[in-house]
């Protein structure tokens, strides 16, 4: 058996949830599970996911007072049944056959982690750019970038569960973590399978804030030498670069 448990982290996000769930739900590979998290929202989300949960038995949907997007993935990761796990946030999307084209790359490779290009969009689904990330990363590529966005990882749960840390480029740090364990995970072919929104108001979107962020997962997280946190910091830059072209 491999069932998927997906995790969602959900906060005020009545505008795009639809989309996000559905995209989850119309997956080819129908042994799943969505874990919803409401994260204290106060718009119409928790109403919205009450509705999915209702149509489908597949929907798991728990409720806590805001603690932010660590947490809630936490909470969804603790709650998860699945024997592989995978993370979307409320605002982006996948394509219908991403987990499905994924186990089966896992299950022909040997691999316990895959990923996945995807297409970076604005909030009207303009397109701003393609992450096609290499075929393969290990630890020491992943730390001079981040080649898993998180919405494209998904994971054999043999490897454990780690937890989202509350601080700045959580994400990375998590999949850091989990390719470590694994030794290294693989990319599944050359097309986008997964989209994500980026928002103008995005706390990434501080370039300044971001480059911080960084540092401090070299330095506090991974335990870096200032000569070598600094040496892949400077490819950490350049790659910063090349997938937002």
């Known amino acids: 058996m491999r069932r998927v448990s997906v995790v969602m982290p959900v906060y005020n996000a009545a505008s795009t949830l639809r989309r996000s769930v559905e995209s989850v739900l119309a997956q080819t590979h129908r042994d799943l599970e969505l874990v919803a998290v409401d994260d204290g929202s106060s718009d119409a989300s928790a109403e919205m996911l009450a509705v999915f949960a209702r149509a489908d038995p597949r929907v798991k949907v728990i409720r806590q007072d805001n603690a932010g997007v660590a947490a809630a993935r936490n909470a ?128 990434s979107s501080d370039k300044a804030k971001a480059a911080r962020w960084q540092w401090n997962i070299y330095r506090n997280i991974e335990r870096l030498s200032v000569p070598l946190a600094a040496w892949y910091f400077l490819h950490y830059a350049g790659n910063a670069l090349t997938k937002r072209r």
């Open 76 to 203: 969804g990761i603790k709650a998860a049944t699945g024997t592989h796990l995978a993370f979307l946030d409320s605002d982006d999307w996948w394509h219908a056959s991403k987990l499905e084209l994924q186990l089966e790359y896992l299950r022909t490779t040997g691999a316990r982690i895959a990923y996945a290009c995807y297409q970076r969009v604005d909030e009207t689904g303009a397109l701003l750019s393609t992450v096609r990330p290499p075929a393969q990363v290990d630890h020491p590529a992943m730390l001079r970038s981040n080649r898993i966005g998180n919405l494209t990882g998904l994971y054999d749960r043999v490897l454990g569960d780690a937890e989202f840390q509350r601080i700045g480029h959580e994400d990375y740090a998590f999949w850091l973590e989990m390719v470590r364990r694994a030794g290294h995970a693989v990319c599944v072919g050359s097309e986008p399978l997964a989209w994500y929104c980026v928002r103008a108001t995005s706390l």
